[in-house]
């Protein structure tokens, strides 16, 4: 059974920039990765992910040119940089798999991904 793991979640300032880090435990190389995260009183977003090679990514409109997701297999470890955070991104940050076979384009969708972290805290105070 695939294991993720989120770390990396702070308290932080609007303009501040934090790393988030998604350890997996099991192979990593034939797996996609995706972001997601969930406000209060929202529902779950799908705001970044990566293709099991990398160079193919995806992100959501609300994070594109602040957010860039990458990964590094030797670390089995996935990371989402972000930068110039906002209070609107405030919220708990999943990281989630999929086995694929793909090498190009991933998908934002919940139900796409199987394997999911149980999340980790970002709060962005203005």
């Known amino acids: 059974q695939l294991q993720l793991v989120e770390s990396g979640g702070d308290l932080v300032q609007s303009g501040d920039s934090l790393r988030l880090s998604c350890r997996i435990s099991?192979?990593?190389?034939?797996?996609?990765i995706a972001w997601f995260r969930q406000a209060p009183g929202k529902e779950r977003e799908g705001i970044s992910c990566l293709t099991r090679r990398i160079g193919g990514t995806n992100y959501a409109d609300s994070v594109k040119g602040r957010f860039t997701v990458s990964r590094d297999n030797a670390k089995k470890t996935a990371y989402l940089q972000m930068n110039s955070l906002k209070s609107e991104d405030t919220a708990v940050y999943y990281c989630?798999?999929?086995?694929?076979?793909?090498?190009?384009?991933?998908?934002?969708?919940?139900?796409?991904?199987?394997?999911w972290g149980q999340g980790t805290q970002v709060t962005v105070s203005s």
């Open positions: 099991g192979y990593m190389d034939d797996k996609a």
């Open positions: 989630a798999a999929v086995r694929t076979i793909l090498t190009v384009g991933c998908e934002l969708r919940e139900s796409a991904y199987p394997y």
